[in-house]
């Protein structure tokens, strides 16, 4: 038995700021498939065809991308349960949320103002959804109505993964202490999204730990990293294209 415990000790060897960072690259190899390469011709010729199904440099980076989200929402879960001040976390969620609007909209629409909102807000009001289930934790009915209150929120404001987004932080949250049960629920919430699931892998493997990721300056460079890779790629894009 001891054995077995050692072996999952080994296992779990990724911090949590190692998941940050595998989430950021899983993003940015995303967004950069999706706002240079699209349409590049090279990157979209098939390497491997199976039936009618064929899999470019295209697809594979953008199926590395579908990693980032759940990455995401599992950190926010964790940075609620372990925040000193959720007082705090909730306002820089909020902050970053208005902060990328404008680096949003410009990558998915050329323009300053959008529609659709940036994950941030998906994350804020995932943050939202988990206060109200502490909150109102003895009181149902409460609960109930705040939480169906935000995953409409989600809905209007027509956030970047929307209700399914928020939902699945919920569901991270409420399932934190079972974590085989939440991988299973986890992927089959994903399941128009399938690789996405295989971010519970690295999810199984985290060890509890914060890892190299310390102090207020390198926590901003992490929020920071969203908006200014936007920026970057809108920048690019334009330069290359127009």
Known sequence: ????????????????????VIAMVSMLIDHTAGQLLRNVEAFNEPLISLGHHHISWYFLMRSAGRLAFPLFAFLLVEGFVHTHSRKHYGRN?????????????????G?????SQNVFFTLFIGFLGLCAIEHYREDRFRQAISLLGLFGL???LLCDYGCAGFSFIVMLYLLRQHPLFRAIVGAGMLSSRWIAGLAFIPISMYNG????IQGPFAKYIFYAFYPLHLLALYFIKVWLFQ
């Open 1 to 20: 038995m001891k054995d077995v415990s050692e072996k999952f000790a080994n296992w779990q060897c990724l911090s949590g700021s190692w998941l940050k």
């Open 209 to 212: 730990r914060r890892g190299f």
């Open 111 to 115: 323009h300053v103002y959008g529609l």
């Open 93 to 109: 969620l909020l902050m970053f949320a208005l902060i990328s609007e404008i680096p949003w909209n410009l990558t998915h629409g």
């Open 154 to 156: 989600s809905i209007l």
